[in-house]
């Protein structure tokens, strides 16, 4: 029967989410609030006015989707000054990278990509069985540099995670823009940008201007994160209309479902919850480097709403004595990183949880 299966499918990276809260509750026997601060999720959840549009739209759940999302598509058309025909709706930009994949990449083409980027772009260069380079990090940053000494002849895509995951660092305007002057005009250039809105820095890079160029360009977004829609999977891609054309080609009917479209438009337009959003992810990120310091444990100044940590020992290990105390962050072994762990932001009664767990765990280790 194996002899059926594709050779490249078995090896395959697979992704790990960790385990729902649910489930490890049951394992641990743990009782009271679990602090879950391992998948980058919005701590306020989604939108008011989001959850009030989804709960209006259950009632049609017997009505398939609008495969189109055209309703989702116009609004980010406005917001972000791209025509509706350079706009792609996704189940999560996961999904987006793999059509990405399949709509692109051939066997013996080569994918680059840095090392501890997030691995969904390894696991489409996997599935399509293409050639796969990893750039080792600079300063804990993409190696522009590097990565485009790394282009040649066969190469079909490079993809940029900015902000970084699960490194949180960015990489600036500057760098961009001599990166994109250099590299040639045959290839695609992927911008993850699943953590843009948390960006604090006014030198984060203007890559849609490249898809309005005409450039090959493809710009990746989400409302996973800050709209705090991850559990509904609403990713959303830029890119010239050929692009587009061929991405939706390969892209399976109705993958996106009813609520999670008008979730998503209904979400874009909360201000309030947008601003309070921002502000408890500022205030978050400044407490764990204030205690992370008194703690003199080495971290990656972050432009995402979580914070990578050395605690210079097996972090798996930690991360399971934290999990006996009700929080969960994210050891990074499978991104190369044995010793990094990545906590997610918080509300203040989070933070302070995991650090009142974390600060004797980490004490007992060294």
Do not use: W
């Not at 820095?201 to 710009?219: A, C, F, H, R, W």
């Not at 010793?339 to 650090?355: A, C, D, P, S, Y």
């Amino acid at each position: 029967m194996k002899k059926l299966i594709k050779d490249c499918v078995f090896s395959v990276e697979n992704y790990d989410p960790g385990l729902p809260i649910e489930i490890l509750q049951r394992k641990l026997r743990l009782e009271g609030d679990i602090c879950k601060l391992a998948s980058n999720e919005n701590p306020l959840g989604p939108s008011p006015l989001a959850l009030e549009a989804i709960n209006k739209s259950l009632s049609d759940g017997h009505l398939y989707p609008d495969t189109s999302c055209h309703e989702l598509r116009e609004k980010l058309s406005d917001l972000m000054g791209i025509p509706k025909n350079c706009l792609c709706i996704g189940n999560g930009t996961t999904e987006l990278i793999y059509l990405i994949g399949v709509a692109f990449l051939d066997k013996g083409d080569t994918f680059i990509m840095s090392e501890s980027s997030f691995i969904m772009g390894k696991i489409a260069a996997q599935i399509m069985n293409a050639n796969l380079k990893q750039i080792p990090l600079k300063d804990f940053q993409h190696d522009l540099d590097s990565i485009r000494k790394a282009v040649s002849f066969d190469t079909k895509i490079v993809y940029l995670d900015n902000p970084m995951n699960p490194i949180g660092s960015m990489t600036g305007r500057q760098d961009i823009e001599r990166f994109m002057e250099r590299v040639p005009d045959d290839i695609i250039v992927v911008f993850d940008e699943a953590y843009f809105e948390y960006v604090n820095s006014g030198d984060y890079p203007d890559t849609l201007q490249y898809v309005k160029e005409g450039k090959n360009v493809i710009v990746l977004r989400t409302f996973s994160k800050l709209f705090g829609l991850a559990g509904l999977r609403v990713g959303y891609c830029a890119a010239h209309k050929d692009f587009i054309k061929a991405i939706k080609q390969v892209s399976p009917p109705f993958s996106v479902n009813r609520p999670a479209q008008i979730g998503a438009v209904a979400a874009l337009k909360d201000k309030n919850h947008i601003r309070k959003s921002i502000e408890v992810n500022e205030s978050g990120k400044k407490f764990l480097y204030e205690k992370f310091k008194e703690l003199s444990v080495f971290y990656i100044p972050s432009e995402t709403n979580f914070v990578t940590f050395d605690v210079k020992t097996d972090a798996v290990k930690i991360a399971e004595e934290l999990q006996k105390e009700g929080v969960i962050i994210r050891p990074l072994t499978m991104y190369g990183k044995p010793t990094f762990l990545r906590v997610t932001i918080g509300t203040l009664e989070q933070n302070r949880k995991f650090i009142g767990a974390f600060r004797p765990i980490f004490q007992r280790s060294k």
